[in-house]
């Protein structure tokens, strides 16, 4: 990639780009960033870390308030596979996972939250292996840990076709490596992003493999964590327009496979009885 003409396509949102980035060939790895200073290294570091060389990092700075930016653009010139980009406005997680989308090249792309971080060295070789045994299949299934305190709990995901895919309840981008030209956008501006995309996601591929390896590690000890309701509920206003949008959003899709279509409107029934009944915490 010529640093020069990406600056210049790009420079209504880049703050800074690494001049000695490099482009692979296998796999891009997406990185949505905010406020994450404690952990970002870790979860950097955990990548450049792997036995199988052959990837991009891409990072989406969401406008952190904290040093999230300053570390990662120190990463960025330590390492040569390392690209930042910050929006000009915030945009939350679908939003930076689409900027990002946009600017991978390679073969497979992963995503991976700013706080957790790859369970060991062979990842990627794991996750290329069977890529490989498998024919390139459209979506990798990818289990990983869920860490609560100093508890690491083994979850296993091994659905093997997309009607079994897209009924899980395990729906995290990070439980996937999807090819490149599968991908489906996030819907933007919202908290709730993962839903919508994963079924617009499953009903855009037909092939699926899955990983023994355990990938990720889920960190539930960051209680900054969009994910956490004790955060949500500092962001009541948001969270509730972004239920609404989620039911907006859900019915607006418009799926090619049944299965896709059947798990579609069982999520809007679902979430319409519970804003009926008054019970929006549960989304």
Known sequence: MDTA?????FSMNIRWINSAYKEANMFDIIIP???SEKYIEKCIESLEK?????FN???INDHSTDNTFKKVKELAKKYNNIFLEEPKEKVWNGGARNIGIKRVINKYTLFLDNDDWFNDENCL??????IKENNEPDLVRLSYYCLMGDNKQLVVLNEDNPKDLVNSLYI???TKCVKSSKLALF???TLIEDVVQHIAQIDNIETVAVCKHPIVVWNRNNTNAASLKENQHNWNNKRISSIYRNIADLMDLECKHDYCEEHRQWR???YKNLVKEGKEETF
């Open 33 to 35: 960033c905010y406020n």
């Open 57 to 59: 990092i891409i990072c």
């Open 5 to 9: 003409i990406v600056s210049s396509v």
């Open 172 to 174: 995290a981008p990070w």
């Open 187 to 189: 819907p933007e501006n």
């Open 268 to 270: 809007i029934n679902c």
């Open 50 to 54: 792997q036995t199988f060389l052959d």
């Open 125 to 130: 070789k794991s996750i290329y292996e069977t």
